[in-house]
């Protein structure tokens, strides 16, 4: 029972402290997305007959001057906009509510009517939704990018790959890569996004600053193929010159100098207090090809006066080691427009992408992660962004509604991506798909939702209560 009420007091709190939060994101997400299929409905002259946010029982509305009626409803986990004349163009029925029963749309109201909108419009009209999520993702970021910075590591190397490339050449921990063939770096981002995507790698001058002194060193990245710990299959340019800001005892660290501390956290804590400020060698997991988890080393420091939280275990950072300052600013770089736009949509490509390799090995078995979360999982992600500040809420916001706009492209039925296949058929075939079969694949597509959305929320349920390890 103390478990129970223990769990229960947790999630209550977290509730009480990010429920607000988790509303207001799907609030402005949800509405941007319905107002991309008004809108689209008010340019192609449909009538709108409800813009409501949420579902269940009306708590506010009021009807504007077009007629509209606009609704804030119980259950705010949607949202949805109300298309006059939904229905079949060969017949035209619908619900009449103010006398409780069926009549046929007139003539008049035939010409704001949705069924009789060219194909074209009707697409335009469904596909507006999650377009507007995704153009509002890009447009977000590129104004973060370019006015407050996109956050970046600074060109100072804290971790070193053991027989890496930038190794073997003789970079070391604290050197200061200034410049790259000549070129000014920024930030250490500006050396991935040359030698990661070349293979085969080539040849690079480094300038660097080291002990007030420049030197210059030349050497190529390697082409790396493996597995990671997701089990997704990777292939890419390594330098081996890494920046981070922590690791965690549990899952982060597997060997330090050699000795083996998986599973055994005090034993870490101890050895990494002992070798404070010292270059020691730690080992960190990822899955090779064979499934087998290998303790790759990294050369690294970890100073005292960062981490002297290792002796408070009251301490939110207790089993979290840090390799950087926690409480300097956070490390922006502002871009220009055009670069802002290109890194945008690069980012949300590579996202799209990943999750689809996640999503592949998943199914595949190959990890253990969760393929879809429920709204506990969205509750901590929200919570964590809120905490953590402006930066990192706006990203956040950004990435759900880009979630929200390609999830709702997916061609099953309920979603905007399958009345989008339905309106393809009525392209090729030159006839609406029948009304009977739009109803059994509408049936399907809820009870799949439906199956997902417990699926994810008792999975979410589960891990709160055993708060089963990934490791």
């Known amino acids: 029972m103390e478990v129970i009420t223990a769990i229960l007091g947790g999630t209550l709190e977290n509730l009480f402290a990010f429920g607000i939060m988790v509303v207001v994101t799907l609030a402005i997400v949800i509405m941007i997305h319905e107002?991309?299929?008004?809108?689209?409905?008010?340019?192609?002259?449909?009538?709108?007959?409800?813009?409501?946010?949420?579902?269940?029982?009306?708590?506010?509305?009021?009807?504007?001057k077009n007629k509209t009626k606009y609704s804030i409803?119980?259950?705010?986990?949607?949202?949805?906009?109300?298309?006059?004349?939904?229905?079949?163009?060969?017949?035209?029925?619908?619900?009449?509510?103010?006398?409780?029963?069926?009549?046929?749309?007139?003539?008049k109201e035939l010409e704001t009517a949705f069924c009789t909108k060219s194909v074209w419009q009707r697409m335009f009209i469904i596909a507006a939704g999650p377009?507007?999520?995704?153009?509002?993702?890009?447009?977000?970021?590129?104004?973060?990018?370019?006015?407050?910075?996109?956050?970046?590591?600074?060109?100072?190397?804290?971790?070193?790959?053991?027989?890496?490339?930038a190794y073997e050449a003789g970079i070391k921990i604290g050197d200061i890569i200034l410049a790259m063939d000549g070129r000014k770096l920024r930030r250490l981002q500006d050396i991935y996004d040359l030698t990661w995507y070349e293979n085969p790698p080539k040849p690079y001058t480094y300038t660097i600053l080291r002990d007030g002194k420049k030197i210059e060193i030349t050497f190529a990245a390697r082409h790396i193929e493996y597995e990671n710990k997701k089990g997704v299959e990777l292939k890419h340019g390594q330098t081996g010159m890494v920046r981070m800001s922590s690791l965690s005892l549990k899952k982060s660290i597997r060997t330090?100098?050699?000795?083996?501390?998986?599973?055994?956290?005090?034993?870490?804590?101890?050895?990494?207090?002992?070798?404070?400020?010292?270059?020691?060698?730690?080992?960190?997991?990822?899955?090779?090809?064979?499934?087998?988890?290998?303790?790759?080393?990294?050369?690294?420091?970890?100073?005292?006066?960062?981490?002297?939280?290792?002796?408070?275990?009251?301490s939110d950072n207790y089993d979290f080691v840090l390799l950087d300052d926690p409480d300097k600013e956070m490390f922006v770089?502002?871009?220009?427009?055009?670069?802002?736009?290109?890194?945008?949509?690069?980012?949300?490509?590579?996202?799209?992408?990943?999750?689809?390799?996640?999503?592949?090995?998943?199914?595949?078995?190959k990890n253990d992660d969760k393929v879809v979360s429920g709204v506990s999982s969205m509750g901590k992600k929200v919570g964590s962004a809120v905490k953590s500040g402006f930066y990192e809420?706006?990203?956040?916001?950004?990435?759900?509604?880009?979630?929200?706009?390609?999830?709702?492209?997916?061609?099953?039925?309920?979603?905007?991506?399958?009345?989008?296949?339905?309106?393809?058929y009525e392209i090729i075939w030159g006839k609406p798909v029948p009304s009977r079969v739009q109803d059994i694949a509408m049936m399907i597509g809820l009870l799949l939702l439906a199956g997902i959305m417990i699926y994810a929320n008792a999975s979410d349920l589960l891990s709160m209560i055993f708060d089963v390890p990934s490791d």
């Open 35 to 64: 107002w991309g299929h008004y809108i689209a409905a008010r340019l192609c002259g449909v009538f709108v007959e409800e813009y409501s946010f949420g579902f269940g029982k009306e708590l506010i509305s009021f009807i504007g």
């Open 256 to 314: 330090i100098n050699g000795i083996n501390v998986k599973g055994d956290i005090e034993k870490a804590r101890k050895l990494v207090i002992e070798n404070f400020d010292q270059i020691i060698e730690v080992g960190i997991p990822y899955k090779g090809g064979t499934q087998k988890e290998v303790a790759h080393p990294f050369l690294v420091v970890f100073p005292a006066k960062f981490n002297q939280h290792l002796f408070d275990p009251n």
């Open 131 to 165: 377009l507007i999520n995704i153009f509002f993702t890009i447009t977000v970021l590129v104004a973060l990018f370019t006015t407050y910075g996109q956050r970046s590591s600074p060109t100072i190397i804290n971790a070193v790959a053991v027989n890496s490339a």
């Open 73 to 107: 409803r119980l259950f705010p986990i949607g949202g949805y906009v109300k298309l006059f004349g939904d229905v079949d163009k060969n017949n035209p029925v619908i619900w009449d509510h103010k006398n409780n029963c069926e009549r046929r749309i007139s003539t």
């Open 333 to 365: 770089v502002r871009l220009s427009l055009a670069e802002a736009i290109g890194r945008s949509v690069f980012l949300l490509k590579e996202g799209v992408v990943n999750s689809y390799k996640i999503i592949e090995a998943g199914f595949k078995g």
């Open 393 to 424: 809420y706006v990203i956040l916001l950004a990435v759900f509604s880009f979630m929200i706009g390609i999830i709702n492209l997916l061609p099953v039925p309920v979603l905007d991506g399958g009345y989008l296949l339905f309106l393809i």
